[in-house]
């Protein structure tokens, strides 16, 4: 998917909402359990119930690697089941050196390889150029790189200064603004981090940033749109437990689309709001 294409899907659903698929067999409803994959039954069933309020979905890996070659096996069936109306992202955080680095990519973006074709995946960028450019050269995918993140451990090195007197994600952003481009190239930033947007608009004034915390670690939506909106949108911001598990019962899909619903209604007034 084009950034043309994310920012229009963007104005005709009014929603720049990602859905998180952090799916835990431990959190899924019960019912779930006597299907032969409950894994991919979820996800599909949530996808279903929310694809027409949200422009992305973000499977993060660590929740299908867990579960050895059956999780493996739902991930690709899931990648699979994103309509290509949503961004679909693989959230794996990798980079490595450049040959490893071109192994990840084909895993994640070359279907006749490993029958997966997501459209962007996340990279820590702490190995620098040659461990990120094997993803970029992919035509039509995109790096979302970690900038500042949403944890708290982001403190120990991000807003390090030890480098001069910038911190240490400013740095990062504008180094790697010399990797890819505002069509290949986004920034992670975390929905917690409020009015360190202004340092990250500074510096990526035209990115997109893909912005998870918000529900379960508490980030303001109203604050990440306030200093973190663009011209045009320039946010992805991610949900995932909160909407996930909404409820452990038999509505779990219905109930994920009622709390997908009052973002995106959030995200419309925001998006009204500036008049996009
Ligand atoms: O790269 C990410 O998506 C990410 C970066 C970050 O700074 N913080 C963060 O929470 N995430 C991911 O975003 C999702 C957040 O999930 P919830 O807190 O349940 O909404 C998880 O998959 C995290 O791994």
């Known amino acids: 998917m084009t950034r043309q294409q994310l920012i229009e899907q963007i104005r005709e659903k009014r929603s720049f909402l990602c859905v998180g698929l952090d799916t835990d067999l431990n959190k899924i409803p019960e019912f779930l359990l006597d299907f032969e994959d409950p894994i991919f039954e979820f996800n599909k069933q949530i996808i279903e119930a929310t694809e027409d309020l949200c422009v992305a979905y973000k499977p993060n890996s660590a929740f299908y690697e867990t579960r050895g070659v059956k999780g493996w096996e739902s991930l690709?069936?899931?990648?699979q089941q994103i309509p290509?109306?949503?961004?679909?992202?693989?959230?794996?955080k990798r980079g490595d050196i450049g040959n490893t680095s071109a192994m990840y990519a084909s895993a994640f973006?070359?279907?006749?390889?490993?029958?997966?074709?997501?459209?962007?995946?996340?990279?820590?960028?702490y190995m620098g150029s040659d461990?990120?450019?094997?993803?970029l050269e992919f035509s039509d995918k995109w790096v979302i790189l970690l900038a500042l993140t949403s944890n708290q451990g982001s403190q120990d090195f991000q807003f390090s200064k030890d480098l001069g007197d910038e911190f240490l994600f400013e740095k990062v952003i504008q180094?790697?603004?010399?990797?890819?481009t505002i069509e290949n190239l986004m920034y992670?930033?975390?929905a917690t981090r409020g009015e360190s947007f202004l340092d990250i608009r500074k510096h990526a004034p035209d990115h997109f940033l893909l912005v998870?915390?918000?529900g379960a670690q508490g980030g303001s939506l109203e604050d990440v749109c306030k200093y973190g909106m663009n011209r045009d949108c320039g946010l992805l911001v991610n949900a995932s437990r909160s909407i996930l598990y909404a409820s452990s019962g038999k509505d779990f899909a219905e109930k994920a689309r009622e709390e997908a619903l009052a973002i995106q209604k959030e995200m419309a007034l925001q998006l009204e709001k500036a008049g996009f």
Do not use: E, H, Y
């Open 212 to 214: 998870p915390g918000v």
């Open 188 to 190: 992670v930033v975390g």
């Open 109 to 125: 973006f070359d279907r006749n390889l490993s029958g997966m074709s997501f459209d962007a995946i996340t990279i820590a960028p």
């Open 84 to 92: 290509n109306t949503c961004l679909s992202i693989i959230d794996a």
């Open 76 to 79: 690709v069936k899931t990648a």
């Open 175 to 180: 180094k790697a603004n010399t990797w890819g």
């Open 131 to 135: 461990s990120v450019k094997p993803f």
